[in-house]
């Protein structure tokens, strides 16, 4: 179906002369001017000039009175269009934004009525000139609005269908499918899809989302696009620096929380405490040439995890056994204190982190500009010990996660009608993470505390990034069929990353209560054994090619096609197997098509309609192809029965059936059909609307079953005793082309530029989501009815409002308000720890079609499938599994939330300082 629906668009594309304009990092102006009598002007020259950083950019109208200016940084700008004969305009107070294409006209007088005529009026409210689905952000509103641990990301929630699916996520998507950009080069992490990095908050100059319809110059995403740019220094000297604390003083309790001991002692608040502070400096290097800008951060934090359990108290009688095994690995008696049963304990844990952004800009002439700029991240979590110390302080572990990353970009107005951009970028990604004692985990049943850290701690890796970037715009002279901007280029990305994952290769003792373990003989010892080292390189290439085509002054078209592969193999079966698997480097047919179009009727600036539908690929991650290595040979379990505590290997030994983790051989690249159609308005001269429909699909998203998951029936209720169909192995993990999603949105955005002393959004989104559970970690619960896994998505909330408002009161005080509503998220109604089916896993949905090993019937609950339960009901299901009858089911909760700020400025001359109160 993808290659029918590509070959099609292509053949569009391939109708019209090329391909077109989008922008990474810059904004651009386009418009018409003309005399008093409406003749068009050809000739005349039109110059932007930033007025902060003085950086100028000129272009000339054609022979139909037509000019384009692009490559403009964000910011404030003031625009003049001069020609002999006529009289000078001016306009000031226009605010470009990243991706922004605005129409900006000229009427032109003859001269000698005046010298010059000056405007002030901001870009229209309105862009009537794309189909995308977007939102963007400014600085003033990330200096106003309230954000928890001054991360930027938080903001996201705040754009048109957005979601949490596996992170923040838009329309449906997954959260590891969106693909993030920083001053035009990626920000996306390869092993995980996650955001990389996140600069300092203060040398972010504005971002954007784009949701829907975007263009083929973006790629390797199919869920959203997001979009920042950093700061620049300007042709004044300018500082800031900052000072936050914050701690348990100033946070209330959830109301939900515990408040009194079971003792009836008051429980005191859990610890907290958090400083942070910074500041920026920038200024001129060489006035209207050279700039540059620099924003230190450092986060120091002090938090906790807890945790509920029994342990023995020092004086115990411990075995000497247990008592040489605690020696042995360093622990203290004395930490047991007087034991207990049922008790929560609390640990410290410490944050260190440091962001630096430097960035210098230079106009090396009137038609080139370079920008270079470093982004460094430093940051430490360990561990540490309660005062006073208690036994949960050996379940710790420490990490540390080292970023350093250089770009530079060089943009380049060739000719009057060509412009070329090209970026590189070099990093590094180093991630360690230790357990804090190097000791075997000790589980003890019954309730018992777990000692040791945690199995998964002990990994590292360090990865490698470089990525060429380079786009070259062509705007033909012939205007027969109309204006064309036609625009290609290539993104090619070298990633390598070597590393390791030593899941339990310390081992893990289990008791089966508290009285083996003071006696000291542990039922089993498992341990992992062999080498996870791994290797995982990948080259990813995109290539497209786009026509932003203008036939007639109210119409844009756009008609785009980008090509994306990703060569990564399955290095982990090159040990197992002799070679590399082929991962997805066999699908090489991902051509994706995009068209749209936007009408304003009678070539205003006020209106347009606009609609498109395009193919989008996705990243596939490497954690995908890392899983593999857990696969014997290349790594072996180790399991013990009945174990030595102080020599847990000179017992029998005994390999147990292995789990393997394997790929589908002919696996495809994620792939979804996005489409929108909608109206947006001017309203009034700072107010707009925007309603959008957007439908997307999507299709080969990874999913893992257990092929060799336990024949139903097999198994006791528990989950325990359950048959294979092959014994020889445990369960049989297959990465295929799985995950499948639908979503439906309506959305009303509506935005008001500030005016009057206020600024601020509201948007509200009535959407459906389906899928069948998208997420690569994700196993059908039921492996052998895979069709209840069908259902809404994790957080399909029908109803969602998402606003903000920023207000300047009297006196220097300024108000920032977020205020959202989600109705309810959908409900699974689960068996908790029992196994209904008898396949040996637990946690099954309640569906007459799975007991077998209890009577259900007359339920059909499925994955996600109910939002209510009444108080019946639930009486029912407790009934069922002979659970107390209760008087009132509190219900699913609907969210409501409201986040504020309040700043008070103190000014002396151009200095000052503010004073921020914030409340979440």
């Given amino acids: 179906m993808r290659m029918v629906f590509a070959f099609a668009a292509l053949c569009a594309v391939l109708a019209f002369p090329a391909a077109a304009a989008a922008q990474l990092d810059t904004a ?33 109208t054609d022979a139909e009175g037509r000019y384009r200016i692009a490559l403009l940084p964000p910011g404030r700008y003031e625009l003049a269009a001069e020609l002999q004969g006529f009289t000078r305009v001016l306009r000031q107070g226009v605010t470009l934004t990243i991706g922004s294409e605005a129409v900006i006209n000229f009427e032109l007088a003859p001269a000698g009525l005046a010298e010059a005529i000056t405007v002030t009026a901001d870009s229209p409210v309105v862009q009537t000139t794309t189909a995308t689905v977007q939102n963007t952000v400014t600085r003033d509103q990330i200096d106003l609005l309230p954000l928890i641990g001054r991360d930027i990301e938080s903001l996201l929630r705040l754009s048109p269908a957005a979601q949490n699916n ?97 003792d009836g002692r008051p429980r005191p608040k859990d610890p907290f405490q958090r400083i942070h ?29 807890s945790t509920t359990g029994s342990f023995p108290a020092a004086s115990a009688s411990f075995s000497d056994a247990t008592r040489q095994f605690l020696v042995q690995n360093g622990v203290d008696l004395a930490l047991f204190g007087a034991g207990g049963t049922n008790l929560r304990l609390v640990r410290p844990e410490f944050v260190d982190s440091h962001k630096l952004t430097a960035r210098i800009d230079s106009q090396l002439t009137s038609s080139q500009l370079v920008t270079m700029r470093h982004l460094f991240f430093h940051e430490v979590e360990p561990s540490g010990s309660a005062t006073p110390p208690t036994v949960f302080d050996l379940s710790g572990s420490s990490s540390l996660d080292r970023d ?91 990633f390598r990353s070597d590393g390791y994952f030593d899941s339990n290769f310390l081992g893990s003792f289990s008791f089966l209560n508290m009285t083996r373990f003071l006696e000291g003989t542990p039922s089993t010892f498992t341990q992992r054994r062999g080498n996870t080292q791994l290797e995982r390189p990948n080259e990813i290439y995109g290539f497209f090619i786009q026509d ?50 936007v009408w304003a009727p009678g070539g205003g600036t006020t209106q347009a309609f606009y609609g498109g539908v395009g193919l989008y690929y996705d990243q596939v991650i490497l954690n995908v192809q890392g899983n593999v290595r857990f696969t014997p040979p290349k790594t072996v379990s180790v399991r013990i029965d009945n174990p030595n505590l102080l020599s847990p290997l000179s017992g029998v030994t005994s390999v147990p059936a292995p789990s393997v983790q394997l790929l589908d051989p002919n696996l495809n690249t994620p792939y979804s059909v996005n489409g929108s159609v909608g109206y947006r308005r001017e309203l009034f001269t700072n107010l707009g609307i925007d ?17 060799n998951a336990g024949i139903p029936g097999t198994a006791r209720i528990d989950g325990t005793g359950r048959v294979r169909p092959d014994p020889a192995i445990d369960s049989l993990l297959i990465y295929r082309n799985q995950g499948l999603n639908q979503y439906r949105g309506l959305v009303v955005d509506v935005r008001k530029r500030l005016s009057h002393n206020v600024q601020g959004a509201i948007n509200y989104t009535l959407s459906k989501a389906l899928d069948n559970g998208v997420n690569f970690l994700s196993s059908y619960q039921v492996p052998s009815r895979p069709d209840l896994n069908d259902g809404p998505g994790t957080d399909d909330r029908r109803h969602r409002i998402a606003s903000h408002a920023e207000v300047n009161l009297p006196w220097d005080v300024q108000l920032g308000v977020i205020a959202e509503y989600q109705s309810e998220a959908p409900l699974s109604i689960v068996a908790g720890l029992r196994d209904l089916n008898g396949d040996g896993v ?24 109910v939002r209510e339960l009444s108080t019946e009901e639930a009486n029912r299901l407790r009934d069922l599994f002979g659970l107390t009858l209760i008087d009132d089911f509190e219900n699913n909760p609907k969210y409501v939330n409201v986040d504020a700020t309040l700043q008070k400025r103190f000014r002396f001359g151009r200095h000052g300082f503010r004073v921020t109160a914030e409340a979440f």
Avoid at 34 to 51: C, E, F, I, K
Avoid at 183 to 200: C, K
């Fill in 28 to 60: 651009t102006v386009i418009g018409a001017i003309a005399d008093s009598q409406g003749g068009v002007l050809p000739g005349v020259t039109v110059t932007a000039r930033n007025v902060l950083t003085g950086f100028a950019f000129s272009g000339v």
């Fill in 166 to 262: 596996n992170g923040i996520a838009f329309a449906g998507a997954r959260g590891r499918s969106n693909q993030w950009l920083i001053d035009g080069v990626d920000n996306s992490a390869d092993i995980t899809g996650n955001s990389r990095l996140s600069p300092t908050i203060d040398s972010i100059q504005e971002y954007q989302v784009l949701i829907n319809n975007y263009k083929a110059e973006f790629g390797r995403a199919t869920g959203g696009i997001i979009n920042a740019v950093t700061r620049s220094g300007t042709n004044d000297f300018n500082g800031s620096a900052f000072f936050l604390f914050r701690d348990e003083r100033f946070m209330s309790r959830s109301p939900y929380a515990v408040r009194i001991e079971p």
């Fill in 277 to 305: 502070y910074g500041g920026t400096f920038g200024g001129p290097l060489v006035r209207d040439r050279v700039h540059m800008f620099a924003a230190y951060d450092r986060e120091d934090r002090d938090t906790f995890t």
């Fill in 404 to 494: 350093n990353y250089f770009t530079a970009s060089h943009k380049w107005v060739m000719s009057s009608n060509r412009l070329n951009e090209a970026s590189v970028q070099v990093g590094q990604t180093r991630f360690d993470s230790r357990a804090y004692l190097g000791m075997p985990r000790v589980t003890i049943g019954g309730g018992g505390v777990s000692l040791g850290g945690d199995p998964d701690a002990n990994q590292a890796r360090t990865d490698y990034v470089y990525q060429f970037v380079d786009t070259m715009t062509w705007m033909p002279s012939n205007h027969r069929f109309g204006e064309h901007v036609v625009k290609a280029g290539a993104d090619i990305k070298v």
């Fill in 548 to 597: 932003d085509w203008r036939p007639l002054a109210s119409l844009t078209l756009n008609l785009g096609l980008r090509y994306d592969y990703e060569a990564a193999k399955t290095e982990a079966l090159r040990e197992i197997e002799g070679t590399a698997g082929p991962g997805v480097s066999k699908d090489r047919n991902n051509f994706g098509p995009r068209v749209w179009f």
């Fill in 691 to 707: 309603i959008s429909y957007i439908h997307r699909r999507e299709w080969d998203q990874i999913l893992r079953n257990d092929d």
């Fill in 842 to 865: 637990t946690g099954d949905w309640v569906n007459s079609a799975l007991c077998l090993n209890i009577a259900c019937a007359g339920f059909d609950y499925s994955r996600n499938s």
